[in-house]
Each structure stands twice: as structure tokens, then as C-alpha cells.
């Protein structure tokens, strides 16, 4: 190999390290943070019941498939997952460790009934949205947020109806608190307000939609216990 070729491939591989960056998970110092006592830990460093009034820049539906219980200190990445912005045809990345199905609405692991507990799915379903504080600047980094699979259904419901009045909602501010009915952290969505900084909202969305679509930090996937086995797919769904 002549030195022209080790200069073209380490050139090659310059190029290809600088995009990782782009290829993974968002710094987690830019995520809002739901504890189980019913608070918001925000980025800013600061912490409270809520709720709390965010512009919703955009949003996308993510489904999380883990074989290894979550760890603070020693983070796993999922076996497989899957971003879109279309929730109707969601289909697991290449990029997986091991991807479960061709097609989310079909895997094993996206049935009820399949979670440890046997009630919910296995795989973890969740809305990810992308936020501003109502008081952002154009310097203002972008919040991510995750939808848990309890309020999800509010969460559709809620951007539904802002679509048929207002339109997408960034056109808004949206007031997120938690079920005050429920024991856990279960997030409620409301009260939309028109947002007198649509301009901005609108200027970030490209940057949003990059945040939303960055896939899981797979440097530690050596790390997986063994994914079980999916199970029979017939043409009606799962075979039992």
C-alpha cells in the first residue's frame, strides 16, 4: 500500500469520525428529566412539580426494545429501536444490535402482554418531542423530552386537537403537568395558548428534527445479554 493510499484512507476516516457525532444520542444536559416524586428536572438546573409552559418545536415516535435493566452509572443501549415521524410506520433502524422485525407493527416485542410485568409491551413506546422554553432566544438550546407509554395516548390525543384549531404545535404553548389521579409520573398536556414567538419556533425546526432523529450511543452494545428470540410472524400477526 503506497502512502498516497494510507493519506486517502486516513482522510477517509477523519471524515467518517467527525459524522458520529451525528449518528448518536443528543448530550443528555439538553434533557428534560421526569422523576417518579412527580417533578421536572430541567436543563437549566432547576427543578419542580410543574407544570411547566414549552413551545413544542416538533416531534417523533421512537420505539425502545432493551434486554438489560437500565443502569444510571453503566448505560445499555437497546437491543433494537426505531425514530420516525410517522408513528404508522415505524420500522426498526439497520443500526440495530439486533434488529426483533422487519416492521414494528408486527415485532413480538411490540404486543401487549410481552413486558416483564405482562401487562404492557415489551419494547418501550414513546413519543420524543423537541421544546423551547416560552422565554427562548435564537441561542436557546433545543430540550428533548420523552413521552412515557402511560401518556402517550393524552399526548396524540392533545396534539390532535391542536392541529384541527390551530395548526402544528409550534403554533402554540403547550402547559405539561402530571395525572394528578395517577401515582406515578404519568405527563397530561394542555391549555394551548398562541405563541407570540412562531418565528423563532419555525427557524429551529430543521435542528429539532436532527435532534429527534439521532439514534442511541451504541459504543457500549458489547455489552448486551443475548436478545431473545423473536417469535413466529404469521401474516395476521403473532403466532403463539
Known amino acids: 500500500m503506497s502512502s498516497t493510499d494510507l493519506v486517502n484512507i486516513e482522510a477517509e476516516l477523519q471524515k467518517q469520525a467527525l459524522a458520529i457525532a451525528s449518528r448518536v444520542a443528543a448530550p443528555s444536559g439538553n434533557r428534560i428529566r421526569i422523576t417518579q416524586a412527580k417533578t421536572f428536572k430541567l436543563p ?34 437497546p437491543v433494537c429501536f426505531a425514530l420516525s415521524f410517522d408513528a404508522n410506520t415505524l420500522a426498526p433502524s439497520p443500526n440495530s444490535p439486533s434488529k426483533q422485525a422487519e416492521l414494528c407493527a408486527v415485532c413480538p416485542q411490540n404486543q401487549f402482554e410481552t413486558a416483564p410485568n405482562g401487562k404492557g409491551k415489551a419494547c418501550r413506546n414513546t413519543r420524543q418531542l423537541a421544546v423551547l422554553p416560552i422565554n427562548a432566544t435564537d441561542d436557546t438550546p433545543i430540550w428533548l423530552l420523552s ?24 403554533k402554540v404553548i ?9 401515582s406515578f409520573a404519568s ?30 450511543d451504541l459504543s457500549n452494545a458489547s455489552a448486551l445479554t443475548t436478545a431473545a428470540a423473536p417469535r413466529a410472524i404469521t401474516r395476521g400477526g403473532i403466532k403463539r
Open 44 to 77: 437549566d438546573g432547576t427543578e419542580g412539580p410543574g407544570p411547566i409552559d414549552v413551545v413544542i418545536v416538533d416531534f417523533a415516535a421512537a420505539h425502545y426494545y432493551y434486554t438489560t435493566p437500565y443502569s444510571e452509572n453503566n448505560p445499555i443501549p
Open 147 to 170: 413521552v412515557s407509554p402511560t401518556a402517550i395516548q393524552a399526548f396524540d390525543k392533545y396534539v390532535t386537537a391542536v392541529a384541527r384549531k390551530f395548526g402544528p404545535p409550534m
Open 174 to 182: 403547550t402547559k405539561i403537568g402530571f395525572d394528578p389521579t395517577a
Open 187 to 216: 405527563m397530561r398536556f394542555g391549555d394551548p395558548q398562541p405563541n407570540p414567538a412562531l418565528e423563532l419556533a419555525f427557524k429551529r425546526q430543521d435542528e429539532a428534527r436532527q435532534l429527534l432523529m439521532q439514534e442511541p
